[in-house]
């Protein structure tokens, strides 16, 4: 299988930081958040090889790409104009082949055990095109909630309203199947969102996989400090400390 990270975003809301840092660079505990990623990504041989794009600040992260360990199994490519989440996939179309994509957003902080959800994904109910790891947020109203049936299928999204039916929410990490990936290429123009123009023509049709570790979007300063607190890691691999719960 192979992945894409999508690492290209400025970080407003994390302003001063990113005003020098790329977001996807942003340290917890000394370490990027892309180094996280890529440990994930490659430690278990689950993934061969992953495609980072980039466009805010991007020399910062070719040159941290270019001194990693992995660095031979990672690949970039630059975007002059961002291009989405969906139209960074419609793009590299021809990276993927004819397999499924993990695909997942740089800037949340997670130790995701990529080997069980890969195995999750291969056990989805029968129609199920993607599968989306989910997580239970402390804040639902700056998140897409979603709600599921007894299958764990998502059957209803809400996305970042004021008084959302619970706190289930999509990580934005997920398994893509070439179905997927032909019906984003089938969209008209070089922009595309995935969570808005691609998830939800998917209702009904997507396995919802709870994490069973930590997991943080790392949106705004607020939440950086938090991660800082909560989630503790060695130099080489992450771990999570007895307060792994909060997300």
């Not at 994930?40 to 992953?50: K, Y």
């Not at 639902?140 to 008084?163: A, M, Q, T, Y």
């Not at 950086?224 to 080489?236: I, K, M, T, Y």
Request: glycine share 8%; net charge negative.
């Amino acid at each position: 299988m192979r992945a894409l990270l999508l690492a290209a975003g400025i970080g407003s809301r994390l302003r001063p930081i990113t005003e020098t840092v790329p977001k996807c660079l942003v340290p917890i505990h000394g370490r990027p958040l892309l180094d996280y990623w890529l440990d994930i990504l490659f430690s278990g041989g689950t993934v061969e090889r992953a495609l980072v794009n980039t466009h805010y600040l991007h020399r910062q992260v070719e040159t941290h790409i270019a001194q990693s360990p992995w660095q031979e199994n990672v690949d970039l490519v630059y975007e002059p104009e961002l291009l989405g989440t969906g139209g960074t996939i419609k793009a590299n179309r021809l990276y993927f082949g004819d397999g499924d994509a993990f695909v997942a957003h740089a800037d949340n902080l997670t130790d995701l055990d990529i080997a069980a959800f890969l195995a999750a994904h291969g056990r989805r109910p029968a129609g199920c095109a993607i599968s989306m790891l989910t997580f239970e947020t402390d804040d639902p109203r700056s998140c897409g909630i979603i709600e599921l049936d007894r299958n764990g299928v998502v059957r209803k999204f809400h996305e970042k309203v004021e008084n959302p039916p619970g706190n289930v929410a999509n990580a934005a990490v997920y398994i893509l199947t070439p179905e997927v990936i032909d019906r984003i290429c089938a969209l008209d123009g070089p922009f595309i969102d995935l969570s808005t123009q691609v998830i939800p023509q998917f209702t009904g049709r997507i396995f919802a996989v709870p994490t069973t570790g930590y997991h943080r979007d790392i949106g705004n300063v607020e939440s950086l400090a938090r991660a800082h607190a909560e989630f503790v890691a060695s130099p080489s691999q992450p771990q999570r400390d007895t307060a792994r719960g909060a997300r």
